[in-house]
């Protein structure tokens, strides 16, 4: 179970308003960003927000990595973005992919200032007793 976990909270974005706001256009561009990582795409969920009175209802793009995920959640009336990825490092060292998804959404979207996070998770025991 040992494995990387990336996050980072995005504040004004300076992309174009449809990277916030078109589901589908960015349920496909996740899904090129893990492919171009080197990811394996293996399930996708992408959801629209309905408007509300504070402004335009945003997105949330769910890809199942065969590594493990990508979750990003937009808020553009407040041009903001989420980004949560994880990889399993169980077959094989998957970090620099993992690192190479999140530089390219940030890319994407352009923020003006990023809060970053990563997190080394779990380790690999050598011998495996059941718990009573």
Known sequence: MRGLHLTADL???????AWLLDAARLG????????AAGLQ???????????SAHGPGGVT???????SHLCVHTWPEQ?????????????????????????TLLAL???????????QRGTIATTFTPTP
């Open 11 to 17: 504040h004004h974005c300076q992309c174009d308003a």
């Open 28 to 35: 496909v561009a996740c899904s090129d960003a893990a492919q």
């Open 41 to 51: 795409v293996v399930g996708e969920l992408v959801h629209s927000f309905p408007p």
């Open 61 to 67: 793009t769910t890809l199942l990595l065969a590594e």
């Open 79 to 103: 041009r903001a973005v989420t980004l949560d990825v994880y990889v399993c490092n169980f077959g094989g060292d998957h970090s620099a992919k993992a690192q190479a998804l999140m530089g």
């Open 109 to 119: 979207f352009l923020p003006q200032r990023t809060e970053r996070h990563q997190l």
